[in-house]
């Protein structure tokens, strides 16, 4: 069965620091793969994507991610963080022959910045 | 946004009472899905439809129903709530093979 995993639950930072979280999944075919944030109390919103092409896609409030395929992973970046990236961050995927495929998420990691 | 709202947003009942939260959205799109997240287990599936009619069962369906009887209605049943059924539960429309999310309901099952 296909599976997510984010290695990190909870990651503190002070504000300016650099973040990476992490994201492997278990699927050996093509996938597309997906970062959404929580902010408290709302729902998920879409950061980034990735189908296929540049392996490092750029999303919204300056994130980015790298698919390395041959490592299955899917890591999120951000080279300065603010307190207002205070949140809860989800990984997920899903095949991309399946249109309107069901997404697997990984379990979550929060982050907390403190100022 | 995707045009998607869902009714109660809130809503406290007690075992063993049926309860029906709907999903709305506005864009004709084809795929709704019906969440449920709960801490350490980010989100998962419980039923998805792909078209009026057409529903299909996530991960974590039992004790759950869905039904779509016109493109813009989504709607979850839990037949007879359970504590265990006490959770955030959000809807979610497809477009471009990419899901967007609505506000969600918070459940609280007594």
């Known amino acids: 069965a296909q599976s997510v995993s984010q290695h990190n639950h909870h990651v503190i930072l002070s504000e300016a620091a650099s973040l990476e979280l992490g994201c492997n999944y278990s699927?050996?075919?093509?996938?597309?793969l997906f970062w959404y944030v929580q902010y408290p109390g709302q729902h998920l919103q879409l950061l980034l994507k990735y189908f296929s092409g540049d392996p490092l896609v750029k999303g919204i409030k300056g994130f980015e991610a790298e698919f390395i395929k041959s490592k299955f992973s899917f890591n999120l970046r951000k080279p300065s963080v603010q307190w207002s990236d205070t949140a809860e961050y989800f990984c997920a995927v899903t095949p991309n022959y399946n249109q309107g495929g069901k997404l697997i998420f990984g379990q979550g990691t929060e982050l907390s910045v403190k100022p | 946004d995707a045009g998607i709202t869902q009714s109660p947003r809130h809503k406290v009942t007690e075992t063993g009472t049926p309860v029906t939260l709907r999903c709305h959205q506005t864009?004709?799109?084809?795929?709704m899905y019906w969440y449920r997240q709960d801490p350490g287990h980010g989100l998962r599936l419980i039923h998805y439809?792909?078209?009026?009619?057409?529903?299909d069962k996530g991960e974590v369906s039992d004790g759950y129903s869905v039904s779509r009887s016109k493109t813009e209605d989504f709607l979850l049943t839990l037949e007879s709530a359970t504590s265990s059924q006490t959770s955030v539960y959000f809807c979610?429309?497809?477009?471009?093979?990419?899901?967007?999310f609505g506000p969600g309901t918070r459940l609280t099952v007594l």
């Open positions: 864009e004709n799109h084809r795929y």
């Open positions: 699927y050996g075919g093509t996938v597309n």
């Open positions: 439809s792909y078209g009026v009619k057409d529903t």
């Open positions: 979610a429309i497809s477009a471009m093979n990419t899901q967007y």
